[in-house]
């Protein structure tokens, strides 16, 4: 049993260096303000289009590695929905990014099971000690409703499940359909802002972006579903 616990601490230990280190490399090589110019993001807008089309199964399947290791990494999902949408448009893009997403919160899931139930526990047990009953009344039903309502950054809704000795199956196919709505409305605004860097060789106005219908038809699907999560809520997710 104590070697046991040694090895999960290594373990632990480990994945969260790998973390630290990646964060460091990243911010070390490109600062904030060079990822958020226009000019950074339309150049390597071109190289990845043209990389896409010379080779769209080797970018497809690096893509979904990406993806796995980016949620690994206990990185948040909007910025993978708008890059999939960038590169590959609204419907190929949403089925790389759930998909990609599905499998790295899974396997992150099986992780926190493993090395982090008993920290989860002591750090959100009394929170969300409300929910064990719900889950075990229909646990796929209430995941799927756990997955469509969010409001949780997306590396913690991975590991609260394991307070709720969630399935499987059910955590991979009930983060895959709940995510699907939510994921199509980012992937769509990150090819609307796909179509408007194409379209413009100078950064755009404010107004020239939030009036082009790539645009704001995501943005209005996005508080479609905000309002049907709080309902959602409120009516499942309640004490």
């Keep these: 049993m104590e070697n046991q616990k040694k090895i999960k601490i290594f373990l632990g230990a480990t994945y969260l260096t790998i973390i630290c280190v990646f964060l460091w490399v990243f911010f070390s090589t490109y600062s904030l303000n060079e990822i958020t110019s226009y000019d950074f993001i ?27 290791i980016w949620v690994l990494l206990l990185g948040f999902g909007t910025p993978i929905c708008l890059l999939a949408g960038f590169i590959f448009g609204k419907w ?20 926190s099971n493993f090395f982090f139930k008993d920290l989860i526990e002591k750090s959100f047990s009394k ?38 000795n969630v399935k499987v199956s ?24 796909e179509k408007i860097i194409s379209e413009n060789v100078t950064s755009p106005s404010f107004f020239e972006i939030i009036s082009s219908k790539d ?25």
């Design 170 to 193: 059910n955590f991979f196919f009930g983060t895959l359909i709940g995510l699907i709505p939510q994921l199509f409305v980012w992937v769509s605004l990150g090819n609307g802002f």
């Design 42 to 68: 339309k150049n390597n807008r071109d190289h990845l289009i043209e990389i896409k089309n010379s080779n769209f199964f080797l970018i497809s399947i690096l893509f979904l590695i990406f993806t796995v």
């Design 127 to 164: 929170k969300f000690n409300f929910l064990k009953e719900k889950f075990k009344n229909n646990e796929f039903i209430f995941f799927l409703i756990y997955r469509f309502i969010g409001g949780i950054p997306f590396f913690i809704s991975n590991m609260l499940p394991s307070l709720f």
């Design 215 to 239: 645009i704001y038809l995501p943005i209005f699907g996005f508080l479609i579903l905000v309002i049907l999560s709080v309902i959602l809520k409120s009516r499942f997710v309640k004490k």
């Design 92 to 111: 190929i893009g949403t089925f790389f990014t759930v998909l990609g997403l599905s499998i790295g919160a899974t396997l992150l899931y099986l992780i």
